[in-house]
């Protein structure tokens, strides 16, 4: 009996504590944590540097609402801004929220309505961010959407051309689909966007909630592609655990969110920005990212080698570390098998596994990772 609405299909672990890339359920069995709270815990759990921040600040102020100047939100958007191309940043408490704040923005600053985003994205859960994602499972049984989204095929700039008019407010694109099945745009497709953008007056939204902060190895993924987008959304992976969403965006937009226009009563909460900004002073450090490169490219390279072999293994994909094996159907008994071998991971779309290590795996982590998916999968193909 649950006291909860089953709007999650959970794993039958229940976590009692977790360190690192480790996680103990309550009959001490010890797993890899491969998921990292969905992109989340990018410092591994309860980082110590994290961990002191958070404390520092329990013991100062927890919540005090946005009537009064929070140092903290300083800090931490100039580190947003100096680490993206941004100017100015809105804060939140989830990915679905910056996204939220993004699409309002963009209306305003425009004064137009409609927005282009992508067959197989994921925007969040929001009435606005349901209207943006292009899936429609994610819009069954909710009725109406909020009007004037477009759907258009990714990595299709004829599609995205076809539907950009003078009514267009932006395009709203994961620059690595995340949820859709770690699917990467072609850097050509991604360039000509940000130009028809450019030439139409319409803005370049880049959520980056799930490949942000480090996770593909640079401060937000867009920066693998010499963009410059209008607006970045930040979330999962800011805060380290503790909810905290940010919209990044350029001076010219910042008149159009003037006082009274948008707001949150817990956006920018000290607990949460004490925690985002230790999380931010380790991972935009070049160093750290310059390892997670190496650490990423070298997982990459064994699981090529490794599952190159394996019939049922079409393509493995994805930057940094958020990476993607597509299994066809052989995705969900994949994930509960390498689950009961310590080994946790996810799914993405229909037919992915996804992995998402925290980036301070070791090298050990990562090798004991590798055994257990290479075993599962040699195992499964030598039962075909
Ligand atoms: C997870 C995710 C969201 C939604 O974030 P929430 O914090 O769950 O609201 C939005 N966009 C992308 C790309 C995501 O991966």
Known sequence: M???FPTYQRFDVKVKSASGAKLV??????????????AVCNLGHRHPDVQKAVEEQLNQVWHVSNLFHVSLQEDVAELLVQYSDGDAVFFCNSGAEANEAAIKLARKYTKRHKIITFEKSFHGRTFATMSATGQSKIHDGFGPLLQEFVYVPYNDIEAVKKAMDETTAAVMLEVIQGEGGVVPAQAEFLQAVQHLCQENGALLIVDEVQTGIGRTGKPFAYQHYGLSPDI??????LGSGLPVGALIGKSRLIEAFGPGSHGSTF???????????????IIFQQGFLNEVEQKSAYFMEELQKRLSSVPFISTIRGKGFLIGIECGEKQSELIAKMRENGLLVLGAGPSVVRLLPPLTVTMEEMDQA????????????NSL
């Open 232 to 237: 970045i959304t930040a979330a999962k992976g």
């Open 2 to 4: 649950s006291f909860l």
């Open 267 to 281: 956006g920018g909460n000290p607990i949460a920005l004490a925690a985002a900004k230790a999380t931010l002073q």
């Open 370 to 381: 590798l055994n257990i998916i290479e075993n599962i999968c040699i195992q499964e193909k």
């Open 25 to 38: 359920d309550e009959n001490d069995k010890e797993y890899l944590d491969f998921i990292s709270g969905i």
